[in-house]
Every structure is written in structure tokens, then in C-alpha cells.
């Protein structure tokens, strides 16, 4: 049973650095059985949901265009968890936050969800 877990803060100062945290058990984010990606997607009312990028088994990292400029995905393989940096955040940035497992290799359909985390950029 594949499990994930989002994590961080709720809110989120305007132009400050959006944090997130996503714990992964039941699988390996370092495994390449599968070639499973690990991803963060969002869902606000004003841009539905939005792929952000993702990170391959093997540590490479793809993104969004429209976040490319400020979006910074990472893991920490000792705890299994991989991370979301998005600077310079806005009120638009506003959103519910979820990673999620690639069924693939960059395949954009996904197979396991966190059960996402509401974060809100407002002062």
C-alpha cells in the first residue's frame, strides 16, 4: 500500500518561500521498479488543477513553464519525503496541494495521492 502525506505550513506570507513536504511509504522514491515520478499538483477555484513538476526516481526534476522561474522540487532520500519550494509567493499561488506517484516515467497520470493540503498566501 503505497501512502502520501503532505506537510507544512497552512499559511504563507506574500512573496515569502511556499514550503511542503511529502512523506512517502509503501514504495521507494529511489526505486527504479516502475520508473515512478513523484509529483506536486495543485487545485485552486481560479485555475482548476495544475501540474507543477515532478522529480524521476534517479533525482531529475521537471517543471511547469508558468512556475519554472520559481518552483524547486527536491528529496531527502534518508526519509523517503520529497519537497516543494515555490518563491515569491502570491495570493494566487493560493490553493489545496498534493503530491502524487507517476504511474510512469513522466507519464502525467498518477496512480497514488496525498490527501492534499490547503495553503493560503495572505498577510
Known amino acids: 500500500q503505497v501512502q502520501l502525506q503532505e506537510s507544512g505550513p497552512g499559511l504563507v506570507q506574500p512573496s515569502q518561500t511556499l514550503f511542503l513536504t511529502c512523506t512517502v511509504s509503501g514504495a521507494s522514491i529511489t526505486s527504479s521498479i516502475g520508473y515512478h515520478g513523484w509529483t506536486w499538483i495543485r487545485q485552486s477555484p481560479e485555475k482548476g488543477l495544475e501540474w507543477m513538476g515532478g522529480?524521476?526516481?534517479?533525482?531529475?526534476?521537471y517543471y511547469s513553464p508558468s512556475l519554472k522561474s520559481r518552483i524547486s522540487i527536491s528529496r531527502d532520500t534518508s526519509k523517503n519525503q520529497f519537497s516543494l519550494e515555490l518563491r515569491s509567493a502570491t495570493p494566487e499561488d493560493t490553493a489545496v496541494y498534493y503530491c502524487?506517484?507517476?504511474?510512469?516515467?513522466?507519464?502525467?497520470?498518477?496512480?497514488?495521492w496525498g490527501q492534499g493540503t490547503q495553503v493560503t498566501v495572505s498577510s
Open positions: 502524487a506517484r507517476d504511474t510512469g516515467a513522466r507519464t502525467f497520470q498518477y496512480d497514488y
Open positions: 522529480l524521476d526516481y534517479d533525482g531529475s526534476t
